[in-house]
Nanobody, 131 residues
């Protein structure tokens, strides 16, 4: 059974930083990716970033490029999202999710905002950016 647990959300000032963690268990395949999503009140869930387990390749939404960095620690089965230069519009509930697939397939999913194959989700962690 796949389980994902997020942590690290909280309150940050504009321009500040937060680091989110997503610890996974039950992922037995080498061909999967972990992605971060966010959903603000009244808005659709959107993909923020992803990282593939097999080769470490990453994808970022344009809204976070240059500010957010996704990374992984395979020994700890944990994926991190380092969020710098935070803006009020980054305020949202952040989720991590897992999908089985190769790097090219996952990249297309994220680019096309096709999230139907993401079957495993964490419970979410709140990020609030406010002065």
């Amino acid at each position: 059974q796949v389980q994902l647990v997020e942590s690290g959300g909280g309150l940050a000032q504009p321009g500040g930083s937060l680091r989110l963690s997503c610890t996974a268990s039950g992922l037995t395949s080498d061909y999967y990716a972990i992605a971060w999503f966010r959903q603000a009140p009244g808005k659709q869930r959107e993909g923020v970033s992803s990282i593939n387990h097999s080769d470490g390749s990453t994808w970022y939404d344009d809204s976070v490029k240059g500010r957010f960095t996704i990374s992984r620690d395979n020994a700890k089965n944990t994926v991190y999202l380092q969020m710098n230069s935070l803006k009020p519009e980054d305020t949202a509930l952040y989720y991590c999710a897992a999908v089985f697939g190769g790097p090219d397939t996952v990249k297309l999913m994220m680019q096309d905002r096709y999230y139907g194959e993401f079957d495993h989700w964490g419970q979410g962690t709140q990020v609030t950016v406010s002065s």
